[in-house]
Nanobody, 125 residues
Framework: QVHLVESGGGLVQAGGSLRLSCVAS????????MGWFRQAPGKEREFVSA????????SYADSVKGRFTVSRDNAKNTVYLQMNSLKPEDTAVYYC??????????????????WGQGTQVTVSS
């Protein structure tokens, strides 16, 4: 069992930056692949970024590539999402998720076993 808690969301103007954090407790964090997803009102939850257990491989949605950076610190049981050049269309609730297949870099909601409660990101124009 893994418990995930996100933080770092807020209100920011277009062009600004935020850094989201997700702290994990429970089973060894380094045994999980981690993902970030987001969900805007009236839309399905969508993939944002993923990182494997070692941090050596990452993946990004085309819509955030070049603006967002995912990283992890296994010693701190934490995964981060640095978001730069934010746009109003980035407004959503952002969720971190843990995949027990620690070598997989998954883009699919269905592949993740544990989810945080989400943190709201609002980008004003």
């Amino acid at each position: 069992q893994v418990h995930l808690v996100e933080s770092g969301g807020g209100l920011v103007q277009a062009g600004g930056s935020l850094r989201l954090s997700c702290v994990a407790s429970g089973r060894a964090f380094s045994f999980y692949g981690m993902g970030w997803f987001r969900q805007a009102p009236g839309k399905e939850r969508e993939f944002v970024s993923a990182i494997i257990w070692s941090g050596e491989s990452t993946s990004y949605a085309d819509s955030v590539k070049g603006r967002f950076t995912v990283s992890r610190d296994n010693a701190k049981n934490t995964v981060y999402l640095q978001m730069n050049s934010l746009k109003p269309e980035d407004t959503a609730v952002y969720y971190c998720a843990a995949d027990s297949n620690w070598r997989r870099l998954s883009l699919s909601v269905a592949d993740y076993d544990y989810w945080g409660q989400g943190t709201q990101v609002t980008v004003s124009s």
